[in-house]
């Protein structure tokens, strides 16, 4: 089963992060997707721009119209993901546990729908 882990986080953070805890995290993300490798889960993944840089959009009464930012105001946001395939929600489970991620925001497990 595929399983998006969708990552939380409060992005404040890595700004006042010091140079030190941001090669640690860099280090710290780079051995969990060795270990997702390892296991071989892993399908995909990438981090995403700050929620400042996000667009939201929006259809009514057939016209687009567009916010920038996130669509709400949140303390954690969602800063990145991995797109992984494991037997069951436990290996899952064990997947979004081991990751970084998970040590200071939230992790979300979502499956992925087969079209």
Sequence with gaps: MKYALLIYGDESGGANATDDQR?????????????????????GGEPLHDSAQATT????GGATV?????F???????????LIETENLDEAIE??????????GAMEIRPVSDM
């Design 23 to 43: 090669q640690a995290m860099h280090e710290a993300y780079d051995k969990y997707g060795a270990w997702l490798a390892e296991k071989g889960w892993v399908r």
């Design 57 to 60: 959009v929006r259809v009514r």
């Design 66 to 70: 567009t916010t920038d930012g996130p």
């Design 72 to 82: 709400a105001e949140t303390k954690e946001q969602l800063g990145g993901f991995f």
């Design 95 to 104: 997947a979004a546990a081991a990751c970084p991620g998970a040590l200071t």
